[in-house]
Structures are given as C-alpha cells and as structure tokens.
Nanobody, 121 residues
Framework: QVQLVESGGGLVQPGGSLRLSCAASGSIFRIYTMAWYRQAPGKQRELVAAITKGGSTNYADSVKGRFAISRDNAKNTVYLQMNSLKPEDTAAYYC???????????????WGQGTQVTVSS
C-alpha cells in the first residue's frame, strides 16, 4: 500500500508564508511527477504546481512568482513554499503523485488527505 501524508497547513495573514510538505511511504518502486492541487469551497480542484522526477516544474498562472515546488527524491517528499499569500489562496491543498508500486502493475495516481490553508487577517 502507498500513502501520501501532507503537513504544514494553517492560518496565515495576507502577505505571509507557509511551507507544505508531502511524504510518500509504503511499497514504492518509483515516483514520477509529484504535484499540488487545491480546492476552494464551491470550486473545482485545480493544479497549483507540478514537478517531474528530473526536476522540471510548471505552475498555475495565479501562483507564478509566489510559490515554489521542490522535491527530495531520497525522502520521497515534495514541498510547496508559498510566499506573498493572498486571501484567494485559501483552499484545501492536496498532494498528488504518480507512483509505480512494488505490488501493483503499472503507474497509478495517489492522493493525500488534504491540508487546509487559510489566508485571513
């Protein structure tokens, strides 16, 4: 079994910073692209940022220049550094990873349980 566990969410004032972490564990053979999504109340889940195994990144236009995604392949962990936070960044943030496990054939998408980020004064 494979699990993704997020941490680092919370309440922050506008202009502040937060760092999210997501650690993958379990019967992992290889992790490919890792990503962060978010979902605000009444809205669809949207891609925030993604990073390939080799380190190539892409970002939603709304977070470019403010957020940075990174990963530590040795720790099977992906991070999201969020700076200059705005109230519109308020959402549940979900970690996603394409993982080839040791027990299942093929690569599958796995999701974390989500961590809440609230930006408010």
């Amino acid at each position: 079994q494979v699990q993704l566990v997020e941490s680092g969410g919370g309440l922050v004032q506008p202009g502040g910073s937060l760092r999210l972490s997501c650690a993958a564990s379990g019967s992992i053979f290889r992790i490919y692209t890792m990503a962060w999504y978010r979902q605000a109340p009444g809205k669809q889940r949207e891609l925030v940022a993604a990073i390939t195994k080799g380190g190539s990144t892409n970002y939603a236009d709304s977070v470019k220049g403010r957020f940075a995604i990174s990963r530590d392949n040795a720790k099977n962990t992906v991070y999201l550094q969020m700076n200059s936070l705005k109230p519109e960044d308020t959402a549940a943030y979900y970690c996603n990873a394409a993982i080839e496990s040791l027990v299942l054939v093929g690569t599958r998408d796995y999701w974390g349980q989500g961590t809440q980020v609230t930006v408010s004064s």
